[in-house]
T-cell receptor
Framework: DVKVTQSSRYLVKRTGEKVFLECVQD?????MFWYRQDPGLGLRLIYF???????EKGDIPEGYSVSREKKERFSLILESASTNQTSMYLC?????????????FGPGTRLTVT | GESVGLHLPTLSVQEGDNSIINCAYS??????FIWYKQESGKGPQFIID?????DKRQGQRVTVLLNKTVKHLSLQIAATQPGDSAVYFC???????????FGSGTKLNVKP
């Protein structure tokens, strides 16, 4: 079974703090993704990575950055957390290549910024 | 972004009945679709997928139907069980093999 793990289930941070969310997958997937999930808005893509050190912006990259130094690990960074970044953050991974494949999700990190 | 919507935000069914969850998509170029199930406090779980060269695909107790003419996707769950209670949402892959657009979900309540 594909396993995607996220470093924290719940996180509370203060406005202005730098926040790191970590994601690890164990299936040697090329693609990794970060989404945020808000009520009524569904999942929105923040960033994705198709290879080590490679990244592409998703639909809502403002206020976020990412890092992928190893194939199995994809980090989401909130440079200066703000209250409007309070949300559920979901990491996912999938096989790479030119064909789309199903994405496997981690359990999510519920981030509260106060 | 793309419009991936669901016809009903909440669906209540009796245990043992069949459930049908619907999804409309807007991009006729979409060629890959996925249904996910999300239980409370958990990440989305892959249920079944279908590519645009198919009209129907069956899994264990689930069937996905794709009608490209009207850009409609449905998920049928046979003999619905209490463990099926969750939010279900569809995702479409329109033109970027790395990028999916997700609907906001339908909550399925299974009554005992």
């Amino acid at each position: 079974d594909v396993k995607v793990t996220q470093s924290s289930r719940y996180l509370v941070k203060r406005t202005g703090e730098k926040v790191f969310l970590e994601c690890v997958q164990d299936m040697d997937h090329e693609n990794m993704f970060w989404y945020r999930q808000d009520p009524g808005l569904g999942l929105r893509l923040i960033y994705f990575s198709y290879d080590v050190k490679m990244k592409e912006k998703g639909d809502i990259p403002e206020g976020y950055s990412v890092s992928r130094e190893k194939k199995e690990r994809f980090s989401l960074i909130l440079e200066s957390a703000s209250t409007n970044q309070t949300s559920m953050y979901l990491c996912a991974s999938s096989l790479g290549g030119r064909t789309a494949y199903e994405q496997y999700f981690g359990p999510g990190t519920r981030l509260t910024v106060t | 972004g793309e419009s991936v919507g669901l016809h009903l935000p909440t669906l209540s069914v009796q245990e043992g009945d069949n459930s049908i969850i619907n999804c409309a998509y807007s991009n006729s170029a979409s060629d890959y679709f996925i249904w996910y199930k999300q239980e409370s406090g958990k990440g989305p779980q892959f249920i079944i997928d279908i590519r645009s060269n198919m009209d129907k695909r069956q899994g264990q107790r689930v069937t996905v139907l794709l009608n490209k003419t009207v850009k409609h996707l449905s998920l049928q769950i046979a003999a619905t069980q209490p463990g099926d209670s969750a939010v279900y949402f569809c995702a479409e892959n329109p033109y970027n093999f790395n990028k999916f657009y997700f609907g906001s979900g339908t909550k399925l309540n299974v009554k005992p």
